[in-house]
């Protein structure tokens, strides 16, 4: 096993890279000499336990990702993998919506002999709303807005050829004052401010 300076240099500078910092802009936040910043990487100086508090408060990591070999690639690799599991949720729930939808379109034509095309065109705006309701919890903004957006228009769309035979093309313009709002809502109103890092 390595000498605990060794891995707390080595993780060290992982961190600082993974936050794309120099040694003297991690030296300017943390109020020491860019010097000490480097011996601390050379594994020549090791921070004093007070000093790896500060900077696992910087980082906003536990204190074990600065003093245990390779724990700063594992937490990437954890992150990751969590990615993956939520994505694999979203992706489930929105097939879900398509196959309760083909279910329903066989069921109603089967055995009542209708063609209900139209279930097809429904399930894209259901689809756009589980999206749009998954990333309430990821809470990306610009994925909120193209979601709400996509669930707009095939919406209007979906009631459109629902209704086709009355020739509703107007209810198009219903669309544009609901996409003008929601731009106002995602890009006019001021953004909640981060805590900044100290």
Same mark, same amino acid.
């Given at each position: 096993m390595a000498e605990i300076k060794d891995i707390i240099a080595k993780n060290l500078i992982e961190l600082r890279k993974k936050h794309n910092l120099t040694q003297n802009e991690l030296a300017i936040k943390l109020n020491y000499s860019d010097?000490?910043?480097? @011996?601390?990487? @050379?594994?020549e100086l090791t921070p004093s336990i007070e000093t790896l508090v500060a900077i696992s408060e910087f980082y906003d990591v536990p204190i074990?990702?600065?003093?245990?070999?390779?724990?700063?690639k594992q937490t990437e690799l954890d992150k990751r993998a969590q990615s993956i599991k939520k994505l694999s949720i979203v992706l489930l729930s929105v097939s879900l919506v398509w196959f309760a939808v083909i279910l329903?379109?066989?069921?109603c034509q089967t055995f009542f002999k209708l063609d209900l095309?139209?279930?097809?065109?429904w399930a894209l705006p259901a689809s756009f709303l589980v999206l749009f309701l998954?990333?309430? /919890?990821? &809470? &990306? @903004?610009?994925?909120? /807005?193209?979601f709400l957006t996509f669930f707009i228009w095939t919406f209007v769309?979906?009631? /459109?050829?629902?209704?086709?035979?009355?020739?509703?093309?107007?209810?198009?313009?219903v669309g544009i004052p609901a996409q003008l709002a929601l731009s106002i809502y995602y890009w006019v109103r001021p953004k909640k401010k981060k805590k900044e890092n100290k």
């Open positions: 010097n000490t910043v480097s @011996r601390w990487e @050379r594994a074990e990702n600065l003093i245990k070999e390779n724990v700063v329903a379109y066989f069921y095309w139209t279930l097809f065109i998954f990333n309430l /919890y990821l &809470r &990306r @903004r610009i994925y909120g /807005y193209t769309l979906g009631f /459109y050829l629902q209704f086709i035979e009355y020739n509703m093309f107007l209810l198009f313009i």
